[in-house]
C-alpha cells in the first residue's frame, strides 16, 4: 500500500497546479524574508563596525597621550589620563554583535540599540536600549523567515491537506477504499506523511538556496532550526489529519483548520500575554522613575554625608590629606554607588517582577505550538527577548565593575598611565543561554504530532463513510 | 421589500443553527468583552500613576528650594505621556512609543522605557485590544457566516426556485447583507455600548479631547468596515461556482489583506526609507553642536560673534557693563543654537517616518484593513501622529522652562557671580505644570484623508460591484 500510495501522490502532486505555484510562492517567500533578515544584519554590523572605530579612535588618543608621558615627554591633553576622563568620558562599549542566524529572525532586535557606551555618569535603572526605529514598523513586525514559517507555512499546509479525506468523501471514493482490506486511516496518514516530506523537502531546498544566498553558515545551530522547523512542520499536518478524519466536508474542515490556526497563531499568544498582565502586572517605569527621583533628591541634599558615610564604609580610601582633600569628583563617585545600592532594592523588586511574568509566559508558552516555535527560532537566531535581557545583565554588571575599578584612582587622585590602561575592563558579551528550551519545545511539538497520529489512527471505523 | 425581509429573516436563522458560527460567535464576544475590561483596567492604573506622579513631580519642582536658575533648569522635571480613554479600545503604538522623557537644559533627552521592551518576544504577535478582534477576526467570522450564503442556493437549486417566483436578484443579495448586519449588530451591540459608556464617563479628565465625535466616528468607521467585508463575501459567494472555491478565495484575500499585506508594505518602506540608527542620529547631534551645523563655526567662534554683537549693540568695553547678565544669554544663545540642531536632525528623522507612512498611506487605497486600522489608531489616539504632536508640546515646554530661568538670570544676576544668585519659589510658580492633551478630533483627521478617501470609494465600488453583477445574475449552478 505504501509503494502505491507514495506513486499515486507523487503522481498527484505533480500535476496539481496549486501544489507547484505554492512551492514557487514558499521559495519566493523565503527568499524576500531571507533578504531582509540580511538587510538589517549588514545595518546592524555596519553600525556596530562604525561604533568601534569611533571608540577605538578615541581610546587610541588617550594611549598616545600615556604613551608620551610614559617616555618622559610632556603632552598639552595629560588631562586625558584622570580617572574621570577616562571612566567618564573616554568610557568603554559595550556592543551585542549579531550572528549569522539573526538573519533567519529578527526577533526583537528592531527594538533595541546593541551597542553602548559605558560611562560612570549611566545609573543603571535608566539606561536606555532604545533604536531608532519607527514604531509603525515595530506594530507590523518584520517579514522574516520566522514570520513566514509560523504565520504562512501552516496556511500552506492547510491548503493542500485540508480535503485529503474529504474529496474522497465527497465523490464516494472512500467507501469504495474502506470496502478493499485496507485501514483507511492508515491510508490516510501515509498519504499526509508523504505530504509531509514533499513540503519538508521543497521548505528545505527553499531554506537552503535561501541560506546559501544570504550567507549563514552550516552549523549545529542551523541544523537545530532545521529540525525545530520540522516539528513545527509535523505538527501542523497531524492537527490537518486528525480534522480531516474528525470533519465531515471539505468546507468544513478548512473552517476548523483555519480556526485552529486563529486560535494558535493569533489569539493564544495574545490571551497568554493579557493574561500574565493581569496575574503579574507590568510594574510601572513611571513610579520607578518616580522613586528614583526622590532617592536621588535626597542623596544630592546630603552630599556632604554622603561622602562620610561612604568613606565609613571604604576605610582603606582615606587619605592624611584632611577632610577637605576631597573635591566634587570623590564626592559624585561616591554618590554614584551610594544610589546604585540604595536603589538596587527597588529595582531588583521591579526585574523580579518581570521575571514573575516571564517564566509565567515561559509556562503557558506550551499552549501554542505557533509561541513553541516562534520562541526556539528566535533564541536559535540570538534575537530573542532571553538574549536581550542577557545583555542588559551583562551590561549592568559590566558597568558596575567599570565604576568599582576607577574608585581608587578616584580617591587617590591618580593619573593612569600606560600599565593602568592595560588593565581596564573589558567588556564581552557571551551567550550562556542553552539550547535546553529548545530541545523541549521541540520535543513539546513532535510529541503533540504523534499523539494526533495515534488518536487518529486510533479512530478506524468510527468515523462515517458518506 | 417583503421578499428582502424573508431572505434576510431566513438567513439569520440559518446562522443561528450552525454550531460552529455560534461558537466562533460566542468567542468573538467573549474576547471582545476580555479586551475592553482588560483594557479598561490597565487604563485606570496608568491614569492613576501617572496623575500621582504628575502631581509629586510639580510638588518636587515647587519646592526644590533656593537655588541658581540654571541649576533648577538642569534639576528639571519629567512628562509622561498618559494613556488615552480610547486607547483601551485600540492599543496602537503605545507598546512602541516611550512614555516618559527628562526635561533639561541643553538636551533633548529621547522618550525612556517602550512597554515592548518589558514584555516577552510574545508581543509581537500582537495584544488583544478589541480592535484587533474587530480589524482581524471578526472578518473571518463574516467569510466563514457568508461564504456559502449564494454558492448554497446554486448547489441545491434554490436560487432558480426563489428567482422563478420572481424574487430579485437585488432583494435576494441585499436581503443576506442586511440579515448578516443584523447579526453583527446584535453581536457588537453590547460591547459598543459598553464602549461608550466607558468613554463617556471618563471623558470630563482625559488628556483627549472631543471623545464623544471620536467614539462616534471610531463605531462608523467599523460599521463601514465590516459592511464592506459583507459585502465582499457576498460578492464572491455570488460569483464563485461551488461554496468551497468561494471560501478558498476569500480565506486568500483575507491572509492576503490583513496577514501579508500590512507586514510587507511596513517592510518596503523601511527599505526604501532608511533611517540612520540611533547612535548614528546623536553623534549627528553632537556634531553639529559642537563644529556647527555647517560643520565650520565651532562653538567658540560662535560664543566670540555674539559677544561682539552685544558689546557693539550696547556701546560697552566688556561684558560686565552690560545691563543685564551676559551669561543669561550666552546660555539661552547656546540652548537656542541646540534647538536649531535638534529640530534639523529630528526634523530628517520625521521626514523619513513620514515618508514610510505615506506609504501605508497610499496603500490603505487598495486595502480597507489597512485604512480602517490608521483611522482607528488616529481617532483612538495611539498612532504616531498624535505621539508627535506629544513630542511636540513636551519640547515646547521644555524650551519655556529653560527660556524662563535663562531669563531670570540673565536679568537678576551678576556677570561672573554664579553662586551667589539664587532664585526661589516665585520663580518655580512662574511655571505652569505640564498636562498634555492631545490634538483636536479634525486635526487628529486630517493626516488621514486617503484612508477615509480609501473606505468612502470602497463602498461605492462595492455596491456598483454588485448592483453589475445582480443585473448580470443566472440561476444555475455549474
Redesign the interface.
Known amino acids: 500500500m505504501l509503494s502505491l500510495n507514495i506513486l499515486h501522490e507523487t503522481r498527484l502532486l505533480s500535476r496539481n497546479y496549486w501544489f507547484i505555484s505554492l512551492s514557487m510562492m514558499l521559495l519566493a517567500l523565503c527568499l524576500y524574508a531571507g533578504h531582509?533578515g540580511m538587510?538589517h544584519f549588514e545595518?546592524r554590523q555596519l553600525?556596530l563596525q562604525?561604533?568601534i572605530e569611533?571608540q577605538v579612535a578615541k581610546e587610541q588618543v588617550v594611549q598616545e597621550v600615556a604613551l608620551a608621558l610614559s617616555k618622559g615627554e610632556e603632552h598639552p591633553s595629560s588631562f586625558r589620563l584622570s580617572p574621570t576622563n577616562v571612566a567618564i568620558a573616554t568610557g568603554r562599549l559595550a556592543t551585542m554583535p549579531a550572528t549569522e542566524m539573526s538573519k533567519l529572525g529578527i526577533?526583537?532586535s528592531d527594538?533595541?540599540?546593541h551597542?553602548l557606551k559605558i560611562t560612570s555618569r549611566e545609573d543603571l535603572a535608566?539606561m536606555?536600549?532604545?533604536?531608532?526605529?519607527?514604531?509603525?514598523?515595530?506594530?507590523?513586525?518584520?517579514?522574516d523567515l520566522v514570520?513566514v514559517i509560523t504565520?504562512?507555512v501552516p496556511?500552506i499546509i492547510i491548503?493542500f491537506s485540508y480535503?485529503l479525506r474529504s474529496q474522497e468523501l465527497e465523490s464516494g471514493r472512500l467507501k469504495l477504499l474502506a470496502s478493499s482490506p485496507i485501514r483507511t486511516n492508515l491510508w490516510l496518514l501515509q498519504r499526509f506523511i508523504i505530504r509531509c516530506c514533499s513540503l519538508t523537502a521543497i521548505l528545505t531546498v527553499a531554506l537552503i538556496v535561501t541560506a546559501l544566498w544570504i550567507g549563514v553558515a552550516l552549523s549545529s545551530q542551523l541544523l537545530v532550526f532545521f529540525l525545530i522547523t520540522y516539528a513545527y512542520l509535523a505538527f501542523w499536518f497531524a492537527i490537518s489529519y486528525l480534522v480531516n478524519i474528525l470533519g465531515s466536508s471539505?468546507?468544513?474542515n478548512?473552517?476548523?483548520l483555519?480556526?485552529f490556526w486563529?486560535v494558535i497563531?493569533?489569539?493564544l499568544?495574545?490571551?497568554?500575554?493579557?493574561a500574565a498582565?493581569?496575574i503579574y502586572?507590568?510594574p510601572?517605569?513611571?513610579?520607578l522613575?518616580?522613586e528614583i527621583?526622590?532617592t536621588k533628591?535626597e542623596l544630592s541634599e546630603a552630599q556632604d554625608q554622603v561622602l562620610d558615610e561612604y568613606l565609613r564604609n571604604h576605610p582603606e580610601l582615606i587619605r592624611n590629606e584632611g577632610e577637605n582633600a576631597f573635591g566634587y569628583w570623590q564626592g559624585y563617585f561616591a554618590s554614584q554607588e551610594i544610589m546604585e545600592k540604595t536603589l538596587a532594592p527597588l529595582v531588583d523588586a521591579y526585574d523580579q517582577q518581570?521575571e514573575k511574568?516571564?517564566k509565567w509566559?515561559?509556562a503557558w508558552?506550551y499552549l501554542s505550538p505557533?509561541?513553541l516555535f516562534?520562541?526556539g527560532a528566535?533564541q536559535l537566531a540570538g534575537t530573542?527577548?532571553k538574549n536581550?535581557n542577557e545583555f542588559k545583565g551583562y551590561v549592568k554588571s559590566f558597568s558596575l565593575n567599570w565604576r568599582a575599578h576607577f574608585m581608587p584612582f578616584v580617591f587617590d587622585n591618580k593619573m593612569l598611565d600606560l600599565d593602568d590602561l592595560d588593565n581596564i575592563p573589558e567588556f564581552e558579551y557571551r551567550s550562556s543561554i542553552g539550547a535546553s528550551g529548545i530541545w523541549i519545545n521541540i520535543s513539546v511539538l513532535l510529541i503533540l504530532s504523534v499523539l494526533m497520529a495515534l488518536r487518529g489512527l486510533g479512530l478506524e471505523g468510527k468515523r462515517q463513510l458518506l | 421589500m417583503s421578499a428582502l425581509l424573508h431572505i434576510a429573516k431566513k438567513e439569520i436563522r440559518i446562522a443561528f443553527r450552525e454550531r460552529l458560527i455560534v461558537f466562533l460567535g460566542i468567542i468573538i464576544m467573549v474576547l471582545l468583552g476580555i479586551s475592553l475590561f482588560a483594557g479598561f483596567v490597565s487604563y485606570e492604573q496608568q491614569k492613576e500613576i501617572i496623575t500621582k506622579t504628575e502631581n509629586d513631580k510639580r510638588q518636587e519642582w515647587l519646592n526644590q528650594g533656593d537655588k541658581h536658575p540654571h541649576i533648577a533648569a538642569h534639576y528639571g522635571t519629567f512628562a509622561f505621556k498618559p494613556k488615552t480613554v480610547l486607547s483601551l479600545f485600540d492599543f496602537g503604538l503605545d507598546a512602541y512609543t516611550g512614555t516618559s522623557v527628562y526635561l533639561e537644559a541643553h538636551n533633548q533627552h529621547e522618550f525612556m522605557f517602550r512597554p515592548a521592551q518589558d514584555h516577552s518576544s510574545m508581543i509581537r504577535f500582537g495584544e488583544l485590544s478589541s480592535s484587533l478582534v474587530l480589524q482581524v477576526l471578526l472578518p473571518l467570522l463574516i467569510i466563514f457566516l457568508s461564504f456559502s450564503s449564494y454558492t448554497k442556493e446554486k448547489e441545491s437549486g434554490t436560487l432558480k426556485l426563489l428567482m422563478s417566483q420572481g424574487v430579485s436578484a437585488n432583494a435576494i443579495t441585499w436581503g443576506k447583507i442586511l440579515a448578516y448586519c443584523i447579526i453583527l449588530l446584535i453581536m457588537l451591540m453590547p460591547f459598543f455600548v459598553g464602549l461608550i459608556l466607558i468613554a463617556n464617563a471618563t471623558a470630563n479628565n482625559d488628556s483627549l479631547p472631543d471623545v464623544a465625535s471620536r467614539t462616534a466616528l471610531l463605531i462608523t468607521i467599523y460599521a463601514i468596515y465590516l459592511f464592506l467585508v459583507i459585502t465582499i463575501a457576498v460578492w464572491i459567494s455570488m460569483k464563485s461556482l461551488t461554496g468551497r472555491n468561494a471560501l478558498l478565495t476569500l480565506l486568500t484575500f483575507w491572509t492576503f489583506f490583513v496577514i501579508l499585506m500590512p507586514k510587507t508594505v511596513a517592510n518596503l518602506s523601511e527599505s526604501f526609507y532608511p533611517l540612520p540608527s540611533m547612535r548614528e542620529f546623536k553623534a549627528g547631534i553632537e556634531e553639529s553642536k559642537l563644529n556647527g551645523l555647517d560643520g565650520q563655526t565651532p562653538r567658540s567662534v560662535r560664543m566670540a560673534e555674539l559677544e561682539t554683537e552685544y558689546l557693539e549693540k550696547y556701546k560697552v568695553d566688556s561684558l560686565s557693563q552690560l545691563p543685564f547678565n551676559f551669561e543669561g544669554v550666552s546660555m539661552q544663545a547656546g540652548e537656542d543654537y541646540g534647538n536649531m540642531v535638534y529640530d534639523h536632525h529630528y526634523e530628517g528623522i520625521r521626514a523619513i517616518f513620514s515618508k514610510q507612512n505615506r506609504l501605508g498611506s497610499i496603500a490603505s487605497i487598495f486595502n480597507p484593513f489597512i485604512a480602517t486600522q490608521h483611522l482607528s489608531m488616529s481617532l483612538s489616539g495611539t498612532d504616531l501622529h498624535t505621539f508627535n504632536h506629544f513630542e511636540n508640546e513636551v519640547e515646547e515646554y521644555r524650551r519655556m522652562l529653560v527660556r524662563r530661568m535663562n531669563n531670570d538670570m540673565a536679568e537678576n544676576s551678576k556677570y561672573g557671580e554664579f553662586y551667589e544668585y539664587a532664585a526661589g519659589e516665585e520663580l518655580w510658580e512662574e511655571i505652569d505644570g505640564f498636562y498634555y492633551t492631545a490634538p483636536t478630533f479634525f486635526f487628529a483627521l486630517r493626516p488621514y484623508y486617503l484612508e477615509l478617501l480609501s473606505l468612502l470609494a470602497w463602498v461605492v465600488f462595492t455596491i456598483f460591484l454588485l448592483k453589475r453583477s445582480n443585473k448580470k445574475l443566472k440561476p444555475i449552478h455549474g
Open positions: 531582509n538587510k545595518r553600525d562604525a561604533a569611533n526577533g526583537q527594538l533595541y540599540a551597542q535608566t536606555s536600549f532604545n533604536e531608532l526605529t519607527n514604531p509603525v514598523q515595530l506594530l507590523f513586525g518584520n517579514f514570520f504565520y504562512l496556511l491548503a480535503n471539505s468546507a468544513r478548512s473552517i476548523s483555519l480556526s486563529i497563531v493569533l489569539i499568544p495574545a490571551v497568554i500575554n493579557q498582565n493581569s502586572p507590568t510601572s517605569r513611571v513610579s522613575l518616580n527621583r526622590e533628591k518581570l511574568q516571564q509566559i515561559d508558552r505557533a509561541v516562534q520562541d528566535t530573542s527577548s536581550y
